[in-house]
């Protein structure tokens, strides 16, 4: 009977090794990936089944909330590196698309290749940078910050931002990505057509449907790619935008030599946004108070912002921060006359609770459970939800995992 128990356990304590032996090859076999696809511009009410099917398919089979909200102010640089740092851009050191910092007496344009790979503006510490600490690779077909050194690394496979690199070549590429051994933890992908179109034509105008269309096919070429090389069910794919698209028209649009002299100030930006350099720091408040005159739009001195906009705490922020309302812009009276109808099709960079700026966000893969439709969050949750797919130790952020764990296949992930 002793020999018939003793048996009896031994058997099952092989079934266990094995089992336990097999679940650990496995594990190793299929280390966790996330291909992460940015769609520039992208409104949740662009989501439709003659439009977008792919994304729509995807959402189907994935986790797929309401919207995901921006952080302030709602443009892409800044979006684009809180979505990847977890950071407040008062934070990450990218406060906006263009930026002065008065202590390097430097320009920031996205336009300028010497500024965006410059580590000196990358504050805070990128995914790719933390799966590569621990130990994994990345790649990425655009991302903005990944042409910088940040914190001495950049992606394992990258290259410069090429607007004119055909979709269908990045998503190649993405491909060649995933299916490299070892396979890396992040690949990330990045799509401007849709944002551009909904700048020139506005965002329900037929052009810019044509872009969707588009930019949805290059979705269901990647899914039909994964699925041949038979990683549909092994690489999680996650996509997003980075802000809204609200309409716009040169009806509205508010000249700021109607309220102040432009000698006086340095613009960094006019638009939605107005962000101003004062010359003289003594005519600071008599400015203010002139362009609180400008209807249409709130005017705030650096640091005085709502809290709710975490915007705050970095000399990059301009002296004077205005907010045009939603549709409305700021613009000198010279470039509007010389170009009137680029004041109309659509704009973003408004305050993030606006329906209009808010985004999409869609994951679909092993670790994300499936045909889940919540409610919707903050995109400063996406670096530690990645983290969490990924089982890396994330970096200190301002996200909170517990606002996104219940898009988990396993909570406790
Ligand atoms: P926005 O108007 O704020 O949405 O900015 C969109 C523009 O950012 C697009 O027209 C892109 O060409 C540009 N852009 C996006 N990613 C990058 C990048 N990594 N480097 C330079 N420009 C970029
Ligand atoms: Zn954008
Ligand atoms: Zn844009």
Redesign the pocket.
Known sequence: MIRGYVQRTLSFLVIALVALLLQSCYNEGTPRAVILVSI??LHPDYLDSLYTPNLLELAANGVHPAYMEPVFPS???PN?YSLITGLYPANHGIVN?SMYDPDLRLSFR??NREA?SDHIWWKGEPLWVTVQKQNRTSATY???G??ALIHGQRPTYWIE?D?SLPHGARIDSAMVAITRSPRPALVTA?F?AV??RG?DFGPYAPETREALREIDGQIGNLIARLREEGLEDEVNVVVVG??GMAATSSERVMLLDDYIDLEEVYITDLGPLGLLNVKDSARLESLLADLKKMPHARWFKRDQLPAELHYSGNTRISDLVGIADEGWQMASKSRFESNPDYYSGGN?GYEPWHPSMHTVFIAHGPQFKQGLQSDGFSLIHVYELLCAVLDVEPAENDGNLDEVVHFLQTETD
């Open positions: 520039d511009g443009k892409t640089f684009h698309n996205i336009s965006v655009f991302w903005p990944s042409e931002y607007s990045y401007s944002d551009s700048h980075d802000h973003h």
